[in-house]
């Protein structure tokens, strides 16, 4: 069975801290992501990955840095946790293939709380 | 990168067929069309994908016109457990790897 597990489902941080989210993915699935969802803006990408030690910004990168140091785990570090940090996060992997049958699963979701 | 456009809400009651549609102008040739649904406090499963004309499966059919610069998902009889976010996307082909959800439109299903 498909399984993409987050660390966490509740986190909570101060201000300035440096939080790491990690998601472990079983499916040797090339394609790692990371997003956040927030009430009324749905799920915008942070980061994507698409091999080990490879990056690429999503829509809203800034405040946060990701690491794939192992093919199964994509980790979401926020450098210095603020207030606007507060969020859903959700890890989700997918194969590399293009087309058809290019399903992304998703992780249950850290929800994240910075006071 | 092929952005979509749908309803933020929409509202049925049971028993009754749902449409929901997307507009996707700017799909890429080689770009299928995919739907997911998200339950409160869950990530967003695939539910059906689809290239052109029809697609169905357990849970829901997909139409596709032959310019493909919408889509249409068909939820027949929903129940109260229907009530749920649905997202419209275009991955794969010209569009890559990447995966854009946008808002998506919450669907709530009224006894």
């Known amino acids: 069975d498909v399984k993409v597990t987050q660390s966490s489902r509740y986190l909570v941080k101060r201000t300035g801290e440096k939080v790491f989210l990690e998601c472990v993915q079983d499916?040797?699935?090339?394609?790692m992501f990371w997003y956040r969802q927030d009430p009324g803006l749905g799920l915008r990408l942070i980061y994507f990955?698409?091999?080990?030690?490879?990056?690429e910004k999503g829509d809203i990168p800034e405040g946060y840095s990701v690491s794939r140091e192992k093919k199964e785990r994509f980790s979401l570090i926020l450098e210095s946790a603020s207030t606007n940090q507060t969020s859903m996060y959700l890890c989700?992997?997918?194969?590399?293939?293009?087309?058809?049958?290019?399903?992304?699963?998703f992780g249950q979701g850290t929800r994240l709380t910075v006071v | 990168l092929a952005k979509t456009t749908q309803p933020i809400s929409m509202d049925s009651y049971e028993g009754q067929e749902v449409n929901i549609t997307c507009s996707h102008n700017?799909?890429?040739?080689?770009?299928?069309i995919t739907w997911y649904q998200q339950f409160p406090s869950q990530g967003p499963r695939f539910i059906i994908q689809?290239?052109?004309t029809k697609v169905t499966n357990e849970v829901a059919s997909l139409f596709i016109p032959a310019d493909r610069k919408s889509s249409t998902l068909s939820l027949p009889r929903v129940s109260l457990s229907d009530t749920a976010v649905y997202y419209c996307?275009?991955?794969?082909?010209?569009?890559?790897?990447?995966?854009?959800f946008g808002t998506g439109t919450s669907l709530t299903v009224i006894p």
């Open positions: 989700a992997s997918s194969l590399s293939q293009q087309g058809a049958d290019t399903e992304a699963f």
């Open positions: 499916m040797d699935h090339e394609n």
């Open positions: 990955s698409y091999d080990v030690k490879m990056k």
């Open positions: 700017n799909i890429a040739t080689n770009d299928y």
């Open positions: 689809g290239y052109k």
């Open positions: 996307l275009v991955v794969g082909g010209d569009t890559g790897n990447q995966f854009y």
